[in-house]
């Protein structure tokens, strides 16, 4: 019995491989041809020859992966599907095959289904949008914008699209954070490339939706970057060949605007190259801030093959500006009223490089490759006066105000001039490998930084103080060399433990140096005047105002009280511990990341030296993150965080700081860590049919032990001591919502609105005390600010009509508990339309009118009632419409101004700034192409049927 029942044994040991030679195993990756995103869930079936029944079948993990084992040796055909996609089928030939049993096909993409599903599709004449799980698509030819337009123009046409007057672009109630052209990197990290270069007439569709970080898209491990992203697909016609626009414009009081960009598109490379300048404001009705100047120039490349991806940009950027402001500026804590007026003048230049590889050797490894080289050269000069009073100013005029100026009791004056120069390289490595068990991987990322930077400092001020009848000159130079490094390596593991659920474990290791050396020498105050007068006269050369300093017989002397060294060395070890569950329905994430740190200090400042400080600290920080899809177009999102954070290791030194003779600042070694918790959550859903989207928002943040400050004001000199203090009780909360919908069968109508507030809670200690008095007294000034925003619009749109009106209330309320007199109301208004009237023969006309009201303000004069008018006239002719002439006028009436107003917790600053506001404008804009043999216009028959097309208008 027993021999046999070796037999039998030795019997299977040799029957099960000749079994098993008969068997294969498939696997593979799927992803979106276009965005290079894993599909996840998305469907595989081996069919059997002829009657194609399904012989076995998976679904792709959350990387987009699958692996279909015991696949008898036979020829089969493999059906890759996924809603929304096309279909693909792929020839299966097992039964001739050779070599090994493991069958790997690598990266499956499928292709968006141009028809998709009926419920996501918008049935208008002209679809506008289509949905698909977290992707909202536009139809840019769904959209009127003038010609030439670049791509900034139509995304404020969008459903739920929202650009302010900084840029930042908010889709359903989203802030987008970066730019693609057929899912590949534009320009990197500057969206405002795309939205100033890229010509509308070269997009087919724009797509929108949440794209995972690079660490979490390849390696499966939610690391809580998301971001969302717009992603611009070039029309079909436009993929193989040259295209591009140049805009050259010119206007009065030496206004001026050359735009041009040159694009190369195939299948699988782009490449960009783009110039432009221009001193008129990037987007007029907004204009926020001085004379500015842009120069600009660039190239942006990107390629696509089987197994890697690359591409880069190299670009340099210049911008001037001129800024005058003039404030008004209102304390809590012990009612002195400022009056300041400043200028400041700067010149930056900027050069940057950046590179990306991603490379695929097979199906189980990733290795990822970012580098980036920065330099800039800064210059910078300015001058600013200022007076204090002890009597209410806010609410005089600038000419009441000059008559009162012998009440002041101080006045301070300044002028300076700035140079700074700096570099600074860094790289990224990250190597990911997938092992064999469904959702196991591991990754290593490495990375690092150095950067060097040379600034030089020249001033002059001058103080007068009559309550002690002080005057004080400051005449001082410095000179800060400063360079830093930084070296971090991070191993990441993603273990499954349950039916997709994962634990996920990190540890990270940084070391960083940074040295800092100002060197600082003063002229005595014989010096005052001479300096004054080469500060304003040698603009942007502090090496000049120096040399005629010293052929005037002023020499510099050094001071070592005002120079400064400083030496880091940080030691930050961080391990993350993740639990996270997808189901179709919801994701849901949490983990807690713990931070053991070292920290050591060499520091020298104001005579004492501090040869060797270390501080040893250990940080918690939670976090939690729940997604729930309630269906393709309908979710919810909640994040929360916390946050622990030390204070720097120079506010907990016991040292003054009275470099600045008006504001004192000392040390406080008592200081202890604070925590936040921060805490945010948005509700999206959007209808197709009706083109109807509502999205709503509500975040907030609350401090314990909050490093504040303390102020204390000396009533006899004006001198106001800040210390560092451990402050409770800063809190703010902030909610709303928006909607957007379509009208009528062609949605030519639409109607929305949002509306949403905030609330703030800021705290700071303060006490007025006269000179040679204790100062133990911790008096809370406490400032608590409502915010209030709600806008509205109406609009109708069709082919060669498009009017809009437009509406938006801004409110706030700030009291604070000391000064009840400086309790503010302000409020914002702006209303008006938009206009746009496009005609067959291919004139285009087009206006806005604005009035803008403000009341509440401080001063009579700034709460004014302004009607700002723009308008535009342009024709385009030759074949295609390629040249345009356009002539644009801004601000009509002449009436716009800037007015803005600021709250802190023991202040409110109201004010008026310069800037670009009348002025007209005569541009031609040419495009150009070559495709295959024929341009962007068409062929010669389809500007013919153009033609006809306008002609039966």
């Not at 049935?123 to 698909?132: F, G, I, L, N, P």
């Not at 849901?588 to 920290?599: F, M």
């Not at 009201?853 to 006239?873: C, F, H, I, P």
């Amino acid at each position: 019995m027993k021999r046999f029942f070796l037999f039998a044994v030795s019997l299977a040991f040799v029957c099960l491989p000749l079994a098993a030679q008969g068997k294969y195993s498939v696997k593979g990756s799927i992803i979106d041809k276009e965005t290079s995103e894993a599909l996840m869930g998305a469907n595989v079936q081996v069919l059997a020859l002829p009657d194609s029944t399904m012989v076995t079948g998976a679904m792709a993990d959350d990387m987009g992966a699958f692996n279909l084992r015991d696949i008898k040796q036979a020829n089969y055909l493999l059906k890759v599907s996924f809603m929304g996609y096309v279909a693909r089928y792929i020839p299966l030939n097992l039964k001739q095959r050779k070599g090994g049993h493991q069958v790997d096909l690598g990266y499956l993409t499928l292709s968006t289904d141009s028809k998709m599903l009926k419920e996501a599709v918008v049935t208008t004449t002209v679809a506008k949008v289509q949905v698909s799980g977290d992707s909202i698509q536009f139809n840019p030819q769904a959209y009127r914008v003038p010609q030439g337009s670049t791509l900034e123009a139509l995304v404020k046409l969008l459903p739920g699209a929202e650009v302010d007057e900084e840029g930042n672009i908010t889709i359903n109630g989203k802030s987008v954070n970066k730019i693609l052209v057929d899912g590949k990197e534009f320009f990197l990290n500057d969206k405002s490339v795309a939205m100033k270069n890229i010509p509308v007439d070269i997009i087919d569709k724009i797509k929108t939706y949440e794209r995972k970080s690079d660490m979490a898209r390849i390696t499966g491990v939610d690391d809580g970057e998301e971001e969302t992203v717009l992603d611009l697909s070039v029309k079909k016609g436009m993929k193989n060949g040259w295209f591009g626009n140049a805009l050259a414009g010119v206007g009065n009081a030496h206004r001026y605007t050359v735009r041009g960009i040159g694009n190369y598109f195939n299948d699988n490379t782009t490449v960009s190259a783009l110039g432009n300048g221009y001193n008129v404001p990037e987007n007029p009705r907004w204009n926020r801030g001085g004379l500015n100047s842009h120069k600009e120039g660039g190239i942006n490349f990107a390629s696509k093959n089987t197994n890697m991806e690359t591409g880069g940009s190299v670009s340099y950027r210049y911008d001037g500006s001129d800024h005058s402001n003039r404030s008004n500026v209102a304390y809590y804590t012990n009612k002195e009223y400022q009056r300041s007026y400043s200028v400041n003048y700067g010149s930056n230049h900027r050069i940057e490089a950046q590179f990306k590889m991603e490379w695929r050797p097979d199906t189980m490894t990733t290795v990822l490759f970012r580098p980036n080289f920065n330099y800039s050269r800064n210059n910078s000069m300015g001058q600013s006066a200022s007076n204090a009073f002890n009597i209410d100013i806010s609410e005089m005029s600038d000419d009441e105000i000059e008559e009162i100026i012998s009440e002041a009791i101080s006045i301070d004056d300044s002028q300076s001039q700035g140079h700074n120069t700096s570099t600074r390289t860094s790289g990224e490595l990250q190597i990911t490998r997938r092992l064999q068990k469904k959702g196991r991987n591991v990754t290593l990322r490495m990375w690092g930084d150095y950067s060097q930077s040379e600034r030089q400092d020249l001033s002059h001020s001058y103080v007068e103080r009559k309550n002690d009848n002080t005057m004080l000159h400051n005449n001082r130079y410095f000179d800060t060399p400063a360079s830093s490094y930084s070296a971090t390596a991070q191993l990441v593991w993603s273990e499954p433990i349950a039916d997709r659920l994962y634990f996920n474990v990190s540890y990270r290791y940084r070391y960083g140096y940074s040295k800092n050396e100002r060197q600082a020498f003063v002229y005595d105050s014989e010096a005052y005047d001479m300096l004054k007068e080469s500060l304003i006269a040698c603009r942007y050369d502090v090496d000049e105002v120096l040399r005629q300093m010293r052929e005037a017989s002023y020499l510099l002397r050094d001071t070592l009280e005002l120079s400064q060294f400083s030496e880091y060395r940080n030691y930050d070890q961080r391990i993350g511990l993740q639990l996270r569950q997808v189901r179709e329905k919801y994701k849901v994430s949490g983990g807690v990341d713990l931070y053991p740190q070292r920290t050591t200090l060499n520091y020298r400042y104001m005579g004492k030296e501090y040869p060797e400080i270390g501080r040893n600290v250990f940080n918690i920080t939670p976090r939690v993150n729940l997604r729930v899809n309630f269906n393709k177009t309908t979710n919810m999102q909640m994040r929360y965080n916390g946050r622990a954070s030390q204070p720097s290791m120079t506010d907990l030194l016991d040292i003054v700081d009275d470099s600045n003779p008006q504001y004192v600042r000392k040390g406080n070694p008592n200081l202890k860590p604070s925590f936040s918790h921060n805490w945010n959550g948005n509700f999206n859903t959007f209808d197709p049919e009706s083109q109807r989207g509502l999205w709503s928002w509500l975040y907030g943040s609350m401090t314990r032990n909050s490093i504040s400050s303390k102020t204390t004001y000396d009533t006899v000199t004006t001198i106001r001591t800040t210390i560092p203090k451990n402050i409770n009780g800063n809190w703010n909360i902030g909610c709303g919502v928006g909607l957007n919908t379509g009208l009528g069968k062609e949605k030519h109508f639409s109607v929305g609105g949002n509306i949403g507030g905030n609330f703030t809670q800021s705290v700071s200690l303060y006490n007025n005390v006269a000179a040679g008095m204790s100062d133990d007294v911790d008096i809370k000034s406490i400032t608590r600010t409502t915010r209030l925003n709600t806008g509205a619009n109406v609009a109708y749109r069709n082919d060669y009509v498009s009017i809009e009106l437009r509406g938006w209330l801004s409110e706030t309320h700030a009291e604070n508990n000391i000064n009840a007199a400086s309790n503010r109301n302000t409020q914002d208004y702006n209303y008006g339309s938009d206009m746009k009237w496009t005609m067959p023969w291919g004139t285009e006309l087009a206006s806005d009118i604005y009035m803008t009201s403000r009341r509440g303000y401080s001063q009579k004069d700034m709460n004014t009632d302004e009607l700002l008018w723009n308008a535009s006239v342009s024709h385009s002719f030759l074949k295609g419409n390629a040249l345009t002439i356009k002539g644009e006028v801004y601000d009509i009436l002449g009436q716009k101004t800037n007015v803005s107003r600021n709250i802190s917790a023991d202040s409110f600053r109201d004010s008026r700034t310069n800037g670009i506001y009348q002025y007209g404008l005569v541009s031609l804009i040419y495009r150009f192409s070559v495709f295959a043999g024929k341009n962007t216009m068409g062929t010669k028959d389809e500007r013919r049927d153009d033609d006809r097309r306008y002609r039966g208008w």
